[in-house]
C-alpha cells in the first residue's frame, strides 16, 4: 500500500514538471517567434520553433507519464511503462523533422543574400531572457527526473538545456549581425537546428536500445554480479541477464547453489538474492532467479535425463525383491548423470544376507544404466 502512494506521488511530481515547462515554453515560443518576425532575425525564429518542440514535448511527457503509470494487468504483466519510452521515440522523430525543415528553409533563404533580414538588439534581449528561464528550467526538470527515476523526463530537461544552449548560439549570431558579418545570423539559425536533430537522433538510438532490451551498462551488470555473487550460499552465476523497462530495470539470473542442499533452502537463497537487488539498486524492479546446482548451461544436450518415473521402473527392474523395503528415493541431477539415494529401514542395515544381495543388485544396476552414476543408501530409524 505503502509502495503505491508513493508511486502516486511521483507521477504526480513527473506531470506537474511538465505542466511547468510546458507553461513556460508556450510563453517562450509567442516571445521568441513574434520578436523574430519583429526583429528580423531567422535564428530567433528558430529558436522559437525550438521552444515549440519542448512544448510538444512537455505534452508527450504528460500523455506517456499517464498511459505509463497504469498498473500491471493480464496483458501487459509487467505494466504500461514501455508507454514513456515509445513517447521519446516520437519526440526524437519531432525534433528531426523540425530541425531538418529549419535547416532547408534558412539554406533556401542563404542563397539569395540580398532578401536576407536584419535582426536588431531587440533579439538580443529576447534570447538573453530565453538562456535564464531555459537554464532555470533545466535544473527544475533534472531534479524531478532524478528523484522520480524518469528518463523521459530526463531528456526532457536536457531538451530544456538544449534550448539554453540554441539561444546562446543565437545571441551570438544576432550580434556577430550587428558588427557586420550578415550571413552569422542564418549560420547560427542552421547550428540550432542541426542541434536540434542531434537531440532527436540520441533520444531515439537511446529508445529503441531499450525496445530491443538492451542490456544494462556493463558497470551496472558488473555491481550486480559482485552483488550476487557476495550473499551467502551462492557458489557461482552462470547466467545474467539484464534489460530496461522506463526508469526500471529487469533482471534474469542463474545461480549455483551446493549441489546437496534442500530445494526449499535453495528457494531460500533465491528469494535473498531477489530482495537484495531490489533493495540496492533503485532501478531494479524486478530479479527472476533461477537456482542450479551446478554450472548446467551445457548439460544434457546429448542425452533426455531420467524423469523420477523412469527412475523407479528401473528400480523396480533391478530391485524386485527389495521393492517393499524402499520407503522413497531422491535424485541428484549432477554432470549429466543422476544419483540415487535410497532410503531404507534401519533394521535393513542389520541384516548380512539382505545387504549383501542389494550390493549386489546395485552393482548390476550401476553397470547396465550408464545414465545413474551412483546409488547411496540412507537407513532410516523409525521412531514408535
Same mark, same amino acid.
Given at each position: ?9 511521483? /507521477? ?33 525564429? &528558430? ?12 505534452? #508527450? ?24 519510452? +515509445? ?17 532547408? &528553409? ?52 536536457? $531538451? ?10 543565437? #545571441? ?6 550587428? #558588427? ?8 547560427? &539559425? ?48 552462470? #547466467? ?14 542463474? +545461480? ?33 532467479? $533461477? ?17 523420477? =518415473? ?14 517393499? $523395503? ?5 535424485? $541428484? ?40 552414476? /551412483? ?6 530409524? =523409525?521412531?514408535?
Amino acid at each position: 500500500m505503502t509502495e503505491a502512494i508513493e508511486t502516486v506521488k511521483l /507521477n504526480k511530481l513527473k506531470a506537474k514538471a511538465s505542466y511547468v515547462g510546458a507553461a513556460v515554453n508556450i510563453f517562450q515560443t509567442l516571445i521568441k517567434i513574434g520578436f523574430g518576425i519583429w526583429g528580423q532575425s531567422a535564428a530567433l525564429i &528558430a529558436d522559437g520553433v525550438h521552444s515549440l518542440s519542448d512544448l510538444l514535448s512537455d505534452f #508527450l511527457v504528460i500523455v506517456a507519464v499517464r498511459l505509463g503509470s497504469r498498473e500491471a494487468d493480464y496483458e501487459h504483466p509487467y505494466g504500461h511503462r514501455r508507454f514513456e519510452t +515509445i513517447a521519446t521515440v516520437i519526440l526524437g522523430l519531432s525534433l528531426i523533422v523540425i530541425g531538418g525543415g529549419i535547416s532547408w &528553409a534558412v539554406m533556401t533563404r542563404i542563397t539569395h543574400p540580398e532578401a536576407l533580414p536584419a535582426p536588431n538588439s531587440l533579439g538580443i534581449a529576447v534570447a538573453s531572457l530565453s538562456i535564464i528561464i531555459n537554464e532555470w528550467l533545466y535544473h527544475y526538470t533534472k531534479r524531478i527526473a532524478r528523484k522520480t527515476r524518469s528518463k523521459l523526463l530526463l531528456a526532457n530537461a536536457w $531538451h530544456q538545456r538544449s534550448d539554453a544552449i540554441s539561444s546562446l548560439v543565437v #545571441l551570438f549570431g544576432i550580434g556577430a549581425v550587428m #558588427l557586420g558579418y550578415p550571413l552569422a545570423d542564418a549560420i547560427a &539559425a542552421i547550428v540550432v537546428a542541426l542541434m536540434v536533430v542531434k537531440i532527436g537522433l540520441n533520444l531515439i538510438f537511446e529508445s529503441i536500445k531499450e525496445l530491443v532490451d538492451t542490456s544494462l551498462p556493463p558497470v551496472l551488470v558488473a555491481e550486480i554480479r559482485n552483488a550476487i555473487m557476495d550473499i551467502e550460499g551462492v557458489e557461482g552465476i552462470h #547466467l545474467l541477464r539484464t534489460r530496461q523497462m522506463g526508469e526500471d530495470a529487469l533482471i534474469d539470473a542463474h +545461480i549455483v547453489v551446493d549441489s546437496r542442499i534442500t530445494v526449499s533452502e535453495g528457494h531460500t537463497i533465491g528469494d535473498i538474492v531477489r530482495d537484495e537487488l531490489i533493495s540496492r539498486f533503485d532501478d531494479v524492479m524486478d530479479v527472476l532467479v $533461477h537456482v542450479d546446482p551446478e554450472d548446467d548451461e551445457a548439460l544434457f544436450e546429448k542425452h533426455k535425463p531420467l524423469t523420477r =518415473n523412469e527412475v523407479k521402473l528401473i528400480l523396480d527392474q533391478y530391485l524386485p525383491d527389495f521393492k517393499s $523395503h524402499i520407503e522413497d528415493f531422491r535424485i $541428484h541431477y549432477l554432470s549429466e548423470c543422476i544419483e540415487v539415494e535410497l532410503i531404507l529401514p534401519f533394521d535393513v542395515s542389520a541384516d548380512a544376507l539382505l545387504m549383501t544381495a542389494l550390493k549386489k543388485q546395485i552393482r548390476v544396476m550401476k553397470k547396465r544404466v550408464r545414465n545413474i552414476s /551412483n546409488i547411496v543408501l540412507f537407513f532410516k530409524q =523409525n521412531e514408535d
